[in-house]
């Protein structure tokens, strides 16, 4: 069977009830699956669109205790951050990993270097981490040799951790479903089911073959991100999330190089900023706006944010004069953060929030680093509900311990090997033996390997082109044009995986091309007039078309 046909047969053996259905594949809903299905009750998970496909693929992956939430005095979510980062550091070498923050610091700034100073050493307190340093300008200019000298009063080093997003949330999903949990994405949860005026189940709808089905639950867990007040309205709840918007531009490292996070101040407003490596690129983030796009779509960066993270680049860095042109590509999430009015967004909470409302239990906004807790604590609300699981426990692992590749298996070098371990998990020892051999190669300008494209799309539950090149891997934004000069070798492995026809190909390819300009693009400045370019389209990046092998057709594409 491949993988269209495996997805089929599971959606249609669908058991019709179930103590527990979570809505929302993001982190939020992949912690709530998993420790229910660890504690042996009955789960499957839907998402409407791709696992991680919402804000928890969007962020900007650090696993951190943020510094910024000590700094408005929420000592509580700061000391929680910092203890959940510390586990996952333990817990997920290869996919969870140090990186060392730079603050430089400027004469007349606010806050200053002694703030500063004690932010630290609280922080510092919380964690076990490497204690920070004090730098003197001679120290750091080496350490970040771009930075605006002028008024430079040196500034400190500090370790923070960071991961890729979308692979934590597959590594959290697939623990789920090796707890017995099944999972499904492209589902959408289209209505709540009420008995007695009580949550008693879902409708679900299959995008992919447009199937409904009623399936009954003992409780249903919405985890559906910013989106999640729309499930919410149908047990009468009111408004409660403030979706806030964050962007990022994504540099080649050779144009923007920062061998370590650097964070800095804006010279407009003040807000912080940060540059920072990621998968072999610089990403430099990140906006905090209200949303007022429809839910329902992909959010996208907005020329206005992509010219204020410029502008905060240029000051920062104004040896580097950075431009639009420079970066490959963009992407924007949006924050599910509850609500409380506050003028300006970024002093809104992110704290977790749990809400029982007539059997629908809502988690939200929480953190990517916080998820264990987020999930514990709607367990606890779970187990209120259904009388089960007897004991909850507590102390289960964050990312499970699986027997990691050695070093050195099939000639990989101990980085890869620790790479694909924390990707991966329990399944990268039979990721590395399955390999053809030509496929324990590098995909040419990225940190992944022909096989794990190979891996995914045999065993991901990727069902669009999208799917396998934005999250599976993350060729889409490590690459420009979403990396379309590699299609033509992307297709084999695809089609032959995922059991698609040429013409499938081909409307997948033209799905993903669109995507990745409407979507990941970045927005140009508008040409002056006169030079003929249509300043209305500013996301147009997409050059050329690269098609490999045959025209449309019946016939197997690979
Ligand atoms: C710019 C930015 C930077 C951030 N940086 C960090 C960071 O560095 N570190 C950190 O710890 N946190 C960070 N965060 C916060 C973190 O990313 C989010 O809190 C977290 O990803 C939210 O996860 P979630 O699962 O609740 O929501 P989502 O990831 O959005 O998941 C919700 C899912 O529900 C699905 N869904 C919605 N409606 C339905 C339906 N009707 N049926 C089925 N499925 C449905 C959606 O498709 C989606 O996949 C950042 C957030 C942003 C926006």
Redesign the pocket.
């Known amino acids: 069977m491949n993988a269209r046909e495996r997805r089929a047969a599971a959606w249609s053996g669908l058991s019709s009830a179930w103590d527990v259905i979570v809505?929302?594949?993001?982190?939020?809903?992949a912690g709530v699956a998993r420790e229910a299905a660890r504690h042996g009750l009955s789960t499957l998970l839907?998402?409407?669109?791709d696992f991680?496909?919402?804000?928890?693929s969007?962020?900007?992956?650090?696993?951190?205790g943020g510094l910024r939430y000590l700094a408005e005095g929420n000592v509580r979510l700061t000391w929680e951050s910092v203890r959940e980062r510390d586990r996952l550091l333990a817990e997920g070498p290869g996919l969870v990993e140090p990186i060392g923050f730079l603050l430089p610091t400027y004469r007349g700034q606010r806050p200053g270097r002694a703030a500063y100073g004690a932010g630290l050493l609280a922080y510092h307190l919380m964690g076990s981490g490497a204690r920070h340093r004090r730098l003197s300008p001679a120290d750091l200019a080496p350490m970040a040799p771009h930075v605006l000298e002028e008024g430079l009063t040196g500034g400190y080093w500090y370790r923070d951790s960071q991961t890729d997003?979308a692979r934590l949330v597959l590594r959290v999903l697939d623990e789920a479903v090796l707890a017995g949990a099944t999972v499904l994405n492209h589902?959408?949860?289209e209505a709540l089911v009420l008995a007695s005026g009580a949550v008693s189940g879902l409708v679900v709808r299959d995008t992919v073959g447009g199937t409904a089905r009623r399936l009954r639950a003992r409780a249903v867990v919405n985890?559906?991100?910013?989106?999640a007040d729309?499930?919410r309205a149908a047990v009468g709840g009111g408004t409660l999330i403030r979706p806030l918007r964050?962007s990022h531009l994504v540099f080649p490292a050779w144009r923007f190089p920062v061998a370590q996070a650097v964070s800095f101040r804006h010279p407009g407003d003040g807000r912080p900023l940060f540059a920072f490596p990621w998968e072999g690129t610089t990403l430099l983030?990140?906006t905090d706006l209200d949303h007022d796009g429809p839910l329902d779509e992909e959010p996208a960066i907005s020329p206005a944010e992509a010219d204020y993270l410029l502008a905060g680049a240029r000051g920062a860095f104004p040896a580097l004069s950075l431009a639009a042109a420079d970066a490959i590509a963009s992407f924007a999430?949006?924050?599910?953060v509850v609500g409380t009015g506050k003028a300006d967004p970024s002093r809104e909470s992110r704290d977790q929030v749990l809400l029982d409302e007539k059997g629908l239990l809502t988690v939200?906004g929480?953190?990517?680093?916080t998820f264990r807790r987020s999930a514990l604590a709607a367990l606890v609300a779970l187990r209120a509900r259904l009388r089960r699981p007897a004991r909850i426990d507590f102390a289960l692992a964050a990312l499970e311990t699986a027997a990691p590749v050695p070093a050195g298996t099939r000639g990989l070098p101990a980085a890869d090997a620790r790479r694909l371990s924390g990707r991966y998990g329990a399944r990268a020892p039979r990721l590395v033996e399955g390999a053809r051999a030509d496929e324990l190669r590098r995909i040419p300008g990225t940190p992944y390997l022909w096989a794990e494209l190979r891996w995914a799309a045999r065993n991901e539950g990727a069902v669009h082109l999208d799917d396998l090149l934005l999250r599976r891997l993350r060729l889409g934004l490590l690459l420009p044009e979403g990396g379309a000069e590699l299609l033509p070798l992307v297709r084999a492995a695809a089609c032959a995986e995922l059991g698609w026809d040429n013409r499938d190909w081909e409307m997948e390819e033209e799905r993903y091309r669109a995507l990745i300009r409407a979507k990941y693009g970045v927005p140009r400045p508008a040409a002056p007039a006169g030079r003929g370019d249509d300043p209305g389209d500013v996301r147009s990046d997409v050059r050329g078309d690269v098609r490999g092998g045959e025209p449309g057709g019946e016939r197997a594409c690979a």
């Open positions: 809505v929302g594949g993001g982190i939020t809903g839907v998402d409407r669109g991680a496909s919402g804000t928890s969007r962020s900007s992956k650090l696993v951190h997003d589902v959408d949860a985890a559906a991100g910013a989106a729309r499930l964050g983030g990140t999430g949006v924050r599910p939200t929480g953190k990517l680093t």
